[in-house]
């Protein structure tokens, strides 16, 4: 088996590194093994070849020096490193790296759980702490505050957050909770941003702009340092919680329900960012797709509504909660009944009745920031799933919804995929994830997947649609559409990491940003 | 401790009379493998994993929607038992998430085969080491209907090592059972510990 290699790097100069990286954290914390170990560290659904994202080795320092000295060797050697901090981005690459040969560094062994101040509310956490790791830590010393997770929750937070991560409750927007960092540098400088940066600080979680530039933006979604800790603001426990789903039969009414939204959404009537799911990921929890139908190609729609019909679900399945005291809780949900009852066939479900359906119990606790995993059930839709998601950001308004939603659902019909989605309603904006879910066991349908993918890019590109984040295979196609100004942006994010990073070591790649001897070859 | 739901020295199943004869080598390796712990998971919906822990000779560890709450479990037998062996037949996202989890206790994939049902055809594909791949497969195809208990009976003599995989299929026609299950079967261990 060849061990695959950076660009421009030999056998024996990546050997000379892994034996000083292997002084600095021991033998035990360095991956060499092609057979299982680095196996691991690969993207199992990469739509293209296990062999385009394999590392060549993979190390997990344990603190803030073994990085600074990690660094110093793979500048000398000019090797690239590739960082994770619990690696389970599944869906946009993964633990993989950008591209082969790269050591990974990975953070898991930097999991502490370094302070919670349930009076001011907030958590500092290194790269490894999961979201569970949290809840757990919380439940134990019984504090009263409550997390915000992804879905699934065994995501890092400094992870999750630093990819633009969105979670389920009214903290749902991660990196808007964010505040502070700690970040080490390509040249092995630690930077406090913040308050931190002040000596003493006491509020170092409490405000995130610090003084002059605010720069933590800056370390997110990009390769400009390794972030070593993170401050996140967490949800004191409301009194009181009511989560509501509402059913609609037509596919139209994504147009009325998304309208509707957004006053409640920006005037808080509706205090998380409202979900309006399809019919086919909300009945993937709880059945298979070969029991409602076994024929190529999309589900047709008689298919689609018996399965509906079956399991008491509408076309569209809009879940939302309100927080609070009991009386601000009802006066909220009266004008929530009121608003979304014009739309006719619309039905209102609560626990007194849902409770027990998979769809409903999994929404529950993550809408009240209760890890779980359910939500990966999601892939026993087809025998082998796996799945990349196409994520643009539209307005949170009825016609560029509908426009985006006729859009993906036509073109991934024709490339023979279900349309599998749903919208998040942020501030302003909606998230759509549509899930691209296609049998990863099949080399056929990953390489159609992914042509499909890469349509999607164009097509959303033309219509004035940008991702939120995406797949390690479409990072530069995405970059590119981001083009305002003859690329003004990226041209931006290149003079910044050929200052910080000199050499090219940090994540190559990552969004499109290339260090100069890369650039031209990307 | 780990909980009741959990096999540790799991006694093998009074059924030994193999669906499929085995070979001397495959009894002899069965037999000496009593001692390793072993942690074993089904799927709580499937009725052929059902079928497959029912001829486990112990309490059942099942798993419902969230895999998540096995988590700790995973890792608790992981630490208490680096020398043990984690197996199961369940749904492919659960087989994907224990997979994740235990990784990083140095225990991975050492055996994995997919069993799907499509009409009348089940199809076994099994990704295994070199030496040991065709007689599983071959195994499978011969336990017919019965093949969730031929995994129950040989759990423990699923290959262990660090050996690049090889995969292999077979198609067997049976009864129309109206079935729409898509499981995977799986074996994790440490590499170090053989």
């Given at each position: 088996m060849t061990k695959p290699l950076p660009q421009g790097i030999t056998l024996g100069q990546l050997n000379a590194a892994i034996a000083e990286i292997e002084k600095v954290v021991g033998k035990d914390y360095v991956y060499l093994d092609e057979i299982k170990e680095l196996r691991s560290y690969r993207d199992p659904y990469n739509t293209t070849n296990d062999a385009d994202f394999a590392p060549s080795a993979a190390v997990a320092p344990q603190n803030v020096e073994q990085i600074q000295k990690i660094l110093a060797i793979v500048n000398n050697y000019k090797i690239p490193v590739w960082t994770i901090s619990t690696g389970k981005n599944f869906a946009y690459g993964g633990p993989a790296p950008r591209k082969p040969g790269y050591i990974v560094l990975d953070l898991?062994?930097?999991?502490?759980?370094l302070e919670v101040n349930e009076k001011h509310g907030y958590a500092i956490v290194e790269p490894g702490v999961s979201y569970y790791d949290l809840y757990n830590y919380i439940q134990e010393k019984g504090l009263k505050l409550w997390i915000d997770c992804a879905a699934p929750a065994w995501g890092g937070i400094v992870g999750n957050t630093s990819e633009h991560g969105a979670g389920y409750t009214?903290?749902?927007d991660h990196l808007l909770m964010q505040c502070g960092m700690q970040v080490v540098l390509a040249d092995g400088t630690v930077v406090e941003t913040g308050m931190d940066t002040t000596p003493n600080s006491k509020t170092g979680g409490l405000y995130?702009?610090?003084?002059?530039?605010?720069?933590?933006?800056?370390?997110t979604q990009s390769n400009f340092g390794v972030i070593t800790r993170m401050g996140i603001w967490l949800m004191p426990e409301p009194p009181g919680y009511t989560p509501f789903m509402i059913t609609f039969e037509n596919e139209h009414d994504l147009e009325t329900v998304t309208d509707l939204s957004l006053p409640l959404r920006v005037n808080q009537v509706i205090h998380n960012a409202p979900m309006t799911v399809d019919l086919l990921w909300e009945s993937a929890m709880s059945v298979s797709r070969s029991q409602y139908y076994t024929g190529k190609g999309p589900m047709p729609d008689s298919h689609r509504k018996k399965m509906a019909k079956d399991l008491d679900l509408g076309i569209w399945n809009y879940y939302g909660a309100v927080y609070g005291p009991g009386p601000m809780m009802k006066n909220n949900m009266d004008v929530i009944r009121d608003t979304f009852g014009s739309i006719p066939g619309a039905k209102f479900h609560y626990d007194d009745t849902r409770k027990g359906d998979p769809g409903w119990d999994y929404r529950v606790k993550l809408m009240k920031g209760t890890p779980n995993?359910?939500?990966?059930?999601?892939?026993?839709?087809?025998?082998?799933g796996g799945h990349i998601n196409f994520s643009p950001i539209s307005a949170a308004d009825g016609k560029s919804a509908m426009r985006q939603y006729k859009m993906i659902e036509k073109r991934a019909h024709e490339y023979g995929f279900d349309y599998i989605g749903e919208f998040l309603i942020g501030w302003r904006d909606q998230h759509h994830?549509?899930?691209?879910?296609?049998?990863?066991?099949s080399p056929e349908e990953k390489k159609r997947a992914h042509d499909l993918f890469a349509v999607l890019v164009d097509e959303a590109a033309a219509l004035g649609y940008g991702e939120y984040r995406t797949h390690l295979s479409f990072m530069d196609q995405i970059a590119g559409t981001f083009s305002w100004n003859d690329n003004a942006l990226w041209d931006t994010h290149h003079a910044l990491k050929d200052e910080l990073d000199p050499n090219g070591i940090l994540s190559p790649g990552k969004q499109g940003i290339w260090p100069k001897n890369l650039r031209g070859n990307s | 401790m780990l909980s009741r739901r959990t096999f540790i020295k799991s006694a093998l199943a009074?059924?030994?009379?193999?669906l499929a004869t085995p070979s001397q080598a495959l009894q002899h390796a069965l037999t000496s493998s009593e001692e390793v712990p072993l942690l074993v998971f089904a799927d709580e919906h499937s009725l052929n994993s059902k079928d497959f822990i029912s001829n486990v000779a112990d309490r059942q560890s099942n798993i419902d929607l969230d895999i998540g709450e096995h988590f700790e479990l995973v890792r608790a037998f992981c630490k208490e038992s680096p020398m043990g062996q984690i197996s199961g037949l369940t749904r492919d996202s659960d087989f994907f998430a224990l997979e994740q989890i235990a990784k990083d206790f140095g225990f991975y994939t050492q055996y994995s085969a997919t069993h799907l049902y499509s009409g009348s055809t089940l199809t076994h594909e099994v990704s295994s080491s070199k030496d040991s791949a065709e007689l599983i497969t071959s195994s499978l195809k011969n336990a017919k209907e019965q093949w969730p208990q031929w995994l129950a009976n040989h759990m423990r003599v699923l290959p262990r090592g660090n050996s690049q995989f090889v995969t292999k299929k077979t198609q067997i026609t049976l009864a129309n059972t109206d079935q729409h299950d898509f499981l995977v079967s799986w074996s994790l261990s440490s590499n170090k510990h053989i």
């Amino acid at each position: 088996m060849t061990k695959p290699l950076p660009q421009g790097i030999t056998l024996g100069q990546l050997n000379a590194a892994i034996a000083e990286i292997e002084k600095v954290v021991g033998k035990d914390y360095v991956y060499l093994d092609e057979i299982k170990e680095l196996r691991s560290y690969r993207d199992p659904y990469n739509t293209t070849n296990d062999a385009d994202f394999a590392p060549s080795a993979a190390v997990a320092p344990q603190n803030v020096e073994q990085i600074q000295k990690i660094l110093a060797i793979v500048n000398n050697y000019k090797i690239p490193v590739w960082t994770i901090s619990t690696g389970k981005n599944f869906a946009y690459g993964g633990p993989a790296p950008r591209k082969p040969g790269y050591i990974v560094l990975d953070l898991k062994l930097m999991n502490r759980i370094l302070e919670v101040n349930e009076k001011h509310g907030y958590a500092i956490v290194e790269p490894g702490v999961s979201y569970y790791d949290l809840y757990n830590y919380i439940q134990e010393k019984g504090l009263k505050l409550w997390i915000d997770c992804a879905a699934p929750a065994w995501g890092g937070i400094v992870g999750n957050t630093s990819e633009h991560g969105a979670g389920y409750t009214p903290y749902g927007d991660h990196l808007l909770m964010q505040c502070g960092m700690q970040v080490v540098l390509a040249d092995g400088t630690v930077v406090e941003t913040g308050m931190d940066t002040t000596p003493n600080s006491k509020t170092g979680g409490l405000y995130k702009y610090g003084q002059g530039a605010a720069i933590d933006g800056l370390f997110t979604q990009s390769n400009f340092g390794v972030i070593t800790r993170m401050g996140i603001w967490l949800m004191p426990e409301p009194p009181g919680y009511t989560p509501f789903m509402i059913t609609f039969e037509n596919e139209h009414d994504l147009e009325t329900v998304t309208d509707l939204s957004l006053p409640l959404r920006v005037n808080q009537v509706i205090h998380n960012a409202p979900m309006t799911v399809d019919l086919l990921w909300e009945s993937a929890m709880s059945v298979s797709r070969s029991q409602y139908y076994t024929g190529k190609g999309p589900m047709p729609d008689s298919h689609r509504k018996k399965m509906a019909k079956d399991l008491d679900l509408g076309i569209w399945n809009y879940y939302g909660a309100v927080y609070g005291p009991g009386p601000m809780m009802k006066n909220n949900m009266d004008v929530i009944r009121d608003t979304f009852g014009s739309i006719p066939g619309a039905k209102f479900h609560y626990d007194d009745t849902r409770k027990g359906d998979p769809g409903w119990d999994y929404r529950v606790k993550l809408m009240k920031g209760t890890p779980n995993m359910t939500e990966f059930s999601l892939l026993n839709w087809i025998g082998g799933g796996g799945h990349i998601n196409f994520s643009p950001i539209s307005a949170a308004d009825g016609k560029s919804a509908m426009r985006q939603y006729k859009m993906i659902e036509k073109r991934a019909h024709e490339y023979g995929f279900d349309y599998i989605g749903e919208f998040l309603i942020g501030w302003r904006d909606q998230h759509h994830i549509f899930m691209l879910m296609f049998n990863r066991m099949s080399p056929e349908e990953k390489k159609r997947a992914h042509d499909l993918f890469a349509v999607l890019v164009d097509e959303a590109a033309a219509l004035g649609y940008g991702e939120y984040r995406t797949h390690l295979s479409f990072m530069d196609q995405i970059a590119g559409t981001f083009s305002w100004n003859d690329n003004a942006l990226w041209d931006t994010h290149h003079a910044l990491k050929d200052e910080l990073d000199p050499n090219g070591i940090l994540s190559p790649g990552k969004q499109g940003i290339w260090p100069k001897n890369l650039r031209g070859n990307s | 401790m780990l909980s009741r739901r959990t096999f540790i020295k799991s006694a093998l199943a009074t059924n030994v009379a193999l669906l499929a004869t085995p070979s001397q080598a495959l009894q002899h390796a069965l037999t000496s493998s009593e001692e390793v712990p072993l942690l074993v998971f089904a799927d709580e919906h499937s009725l052929n994993s059902k079928d497959f822990i029912s001829n486990v000779a112990d309490r059942q560890s099942n798993i419902d929607l969230d895999i998540g709450e096995h988590f700790e479990l995973v890792r608790a037998f992981c630490k208490e038992s680096p020398m043990g062996q984690i197996s199961g037949l369940t749904r492919d996202s659960d087989f994907f998430a224990l997979e994740q989890i235990a990784k990083d206790f140095g225990f991975y994939t050492q055996y994995s085969a997919t069993h799907l049902y499509s009409g009348s055809t089940l199809t076994h594909e099994v990704s295994s080491s070199k030496d040991s791949a065709e007689l599983i497969t071959s195994s499978l195809k011969n336990a017919k209907e019965q093949w969730p208990q031929w995994l129950a009976n040989h759990m423990r003599v699923l290959p262990r090592g660090n050996s690049q995989f090889v995969t292999k299929k077979t198609q067997i026609t049976l009864a129309n059972t109206d079935q729409h299950d898509f499981l995977v079967s799986w074996s994790l261990s440490s590499n170090k510990h053989i």
